[in-house]
């Protein structure tokens, strides 16, 4: 399934990026609300259901011990997070990024230790359970992993970054909407307290933003991709789509994205490597300013997985977790044509050509 560009250069910057976005989300239509065979959580009057099995694929980043004890500790008083058993988890992650590869062994040990069962294989773990955490730190493995998973329809939450690039990223939303296949993909700091409030109208319209988090870099990964991601995840719960155009300053210790929307407001991205580091940002909203707060634990996002297994239907619109990925990638292209501002509909272009070469052949089994 291509995607095309049928606008012309006359269109302009904001109805060429929405038309990039919009027509990858007319193809995932089906998966944002495709019947599933999942149960659903009961209501107060109604009979208690079936537990959903939930399988982990790759065993190299904290997430997956924290996420399994958050569900493999629920009690029946935990409406949010009880009903799910974590039964089968496949180990292997990145082989060549150190600080993952060398956190197999041990997060392996510990999900025996959970009563979890370490299988050989993906094609293995899911014949085993009913939804996927797809945890594996190395974003370049996640489109092929992905694609096992998409292909039973079976829902799965792939955790940041969802991909070590843009192309990869796109390749992976257009490959669950063929499949129809739901999914879902986000940063815990989206679900903070301060946040959530902003996006539901603390201070009324959200007029700018300026969020920062810590910034470490992988060099296979777009820069603010490994990290980064945290603080932009916050921008965008707070600012929401529309950015139009990047432009990215960048030192030894520090990363400054600054994004344009096509009504003028400004949202900013600091990444910090030096110092005291942390989380939050500042919204300035026509009825107030406010801070987003600090990091509010893992929680708040997988009591969203668990109500996205029992439903398939994902909490954040595709169209916005691609722009923020896209605005990333915008920002480390303005990094090296010397802080120049980079347009968003020229990344996307850029992103679709790129995934249609990812995705060579590999959407013909259905």
């Not at 039973?152 to 909407?177: C, M, Q, W």
């Amino acid at each position: 399934m291509s995607i095309k560009n049928t606008h012309t250069a006359s269109s302009g910057p904001l109805p060429l990026f929405r038309h990039w976005v919009s027509v990858l989300l007319l193809n995932a239509v089906g998966f944002l609300v495709l019947p599933t065979s999942l149960s659903i959580a009961a209501g107060p009057n109604q009979p208690e259901v079936d537990r959903l099995r939930v399988g982990v694929i790759g065993l190299d980043t904290s997430h997956v011990i924290a996420f399994t004890k958050a569900f493999q500790q629920a009690g029946p008083e935990d409406a949010d997070l009880s009903g799910f058993d974590v039964v089968a988890a496949y180990p292997f992650g990145s082989a060549d990024i150190e600080s993952s590869a060398s956190r197999i062994p041990k997060y392996t040990a510990d999900m025996k230790a959970l009563g979890v069962e370490i299988v050989d294989t993906i094609e293995q773990l899911l014949k085993q359970v009913d939804c996927v955490l797809l945890e594996t730190n190395d974003g370049r493995l996640h489109l092929k992993q992905a694609l096992q998973v998409f292909r039973t329809g079976k829902p799965v939450f792939i955790d940041k970054p969802t991909g070590s690039n843009l192309a990869e990223v796109v390749a992976i939303y257009r490959a669950a909407a063929h499949y129809e296949a739901p999914m879902f993909s986000s940063s815990s700091l989206r679900y903070s307290e301060g946040a959530q409030a902003i996006r539901q109208g603390k201070v009324g319209r959200v007029l700018g933003c300026s969020a920062y988090s810590p910034c470490t870099v992988e060099p296979t990964h777009v820069e603010l991709f490994w990290y980064g991601i945290h603080g932009v995840e916050s921008l965008y719960t707070c600012m929401g789509t529309g950015c139009v155009s990047v432009s990215h300053a960048s030192t030894e210790d520090f990363e400054l994205a600054v994004g344009t929307w096509s009504d003028g407001r400004i949202g900013t991205f600091r990444g910090i490597r030096a110092g005291k580091k942390g989380y939050g940002g500042i919204a300035f909203g026509e009825k107030g300013i406010t801070e987003i707060g600090p990091y509010g634990g893992y929680r708040p996002l997988v009591v969203q997985i668990a109500k996205f297994f029992r439903s398939s239907k994902p909490p954040i619109a595709a169209q916005e977790t691609i722009e923020l990925y896209a605005f990333m990638q915008a920002a480390q292209k303005s990094k090296k044509e010397g802080g120049t501002p980079v347009q968003m509909t020229k990344i996307m272009q850029e992103a679709e050509l790129a995934a249609d070469q990812l995705l060579n052949g590999e959407l013909k089994q259905r």
